[in-house]
C-alpha cells in the first residue's frame, strides 16, 4: 500500500469526487449525498507531525455540481461561488449542455 505524507499546504485545495462510472454499455452516476463542512475544515490531523504548517483549516469558496444524465452528452453544471462581501454562496450556470 502506498503512503504519503503531506509536509506543507497549497492556498487552495481542489477536491475531486468521481461521480461517474463507465462500463461497456452505459455510463452511470453515483447518486451518493456527500457531506462535509464548508468552514474550517480541518486538515492537521493529515499532517506529517514534524512539519512546520501554521494553518492547517480551510473554508469552502466553490462548489460545482452536474445535473442530468452523464450518457450521451446531456446535462448541465450549476457553479456555487462564495460572495466574500456577504459570505453567501452565489449561484451561477453553465451551458444547457456538455
Do not use: W
Amino acid at each position: 500500500m502506498k503512503r504519503f505524507e503531506i509536509t506543507r499546504l497549497p492556498p487552495y485545495l481542489i477536491f475531486y469526487i468521481k461521480r461517474f462510472t463507465k462500463n461497456l454499455f452505459f455510463i452511470e452516476k453515483n447518486p451518493t449525498i456527500v457531506n462535509f463542512p464548508v468552514t474550517n475544515i480541518d486538515l492537521e490531523e493529515l499532517i506529517a507531525v514534524d512539519a512546520d504548517v501554521p494553518n492547517t483549516c480551510y473554508d469552502l469558496v466553490a462548489n460545482i455540481v452536474h445535473d442530468g444524465d452523464p450518457n450521451e452528452g446531456k446535462g448541465s453544471y450549476r457553479v456555487h461561488i462564495l460572495h466574500q462581501g456577504s459570505k453567501q454562496m452565489v449561484r451561477t450556470s453553465g451551458p444547457s449542455r456538455v
